[in-house]
């Protein structure tokens, strides 16, 4: 199984900038396909905020383009997302995702999505 852990988020002021961290461990059969950053805010879905392939290849939800940044070390299998120009409608709790393959015991090969368990972003206005 993959295993991810994110950190980096905390109470922070409108206008300021906050680096969320994913870090994904396990029997990854590298590089994970996708990596990806969703958020929740209370009483709505969950929705993608950001994602990055393998290749480099990045996706950004309307509402955070040109001042979220994402990007990823394949090497480490670890996601960033760099938030700039925060507002109080980024308040929400924001969860890593992965795709991609990771060996089982019995050395099988087999493709899973995962997600981390979450790390809360507070922008005060």
């Known amino acids: 199984q993959v295993h991810l852990v994110e950190s980096g988020g905390t109470l922070v002021q409108t206008g300021g900038s906050l680096r969320l961290s994913c870090a994904a461990s396990?029997?990854?059969?590298?590089?994970?396909?996708?990596m990806g950053w969703y958020r929740q805010a209370p009483g709505k879905q969950r929705e993608l905020v950001s994602s990055?392939?393998?290749?480099?290849?990045?996706n950004y939800v309307n509402s955070v383009r040109s001042r979220f940044t994402i990007s990823r070390d394949n090497a480490k299998n670890t996601v960033f997302l760099q938030m700039n120009s925060l507002k109080p409608e980024d308040t929400a709790v924001y969860y890593c995702?992965?795709?991609?393959?990771?060996?089982?015991?019995?050395?099988?090969?087999?493709?899973?999505?995962?997600w981390g368990q979450g790390t809360q972003v507070t922008v005060s206005s």
């Open positions: 990055i392939t393998s290749g480099g290849t990045t």
């Open positions: 995702n992965a795709d991609g393959f990771y060996q089982e015991a019995s050395k099988a090969l087999r493709r899973g999505n995962f």
């Open positions: 396990g029997s990854i059969f590298s590089p994970l396909l996708m």
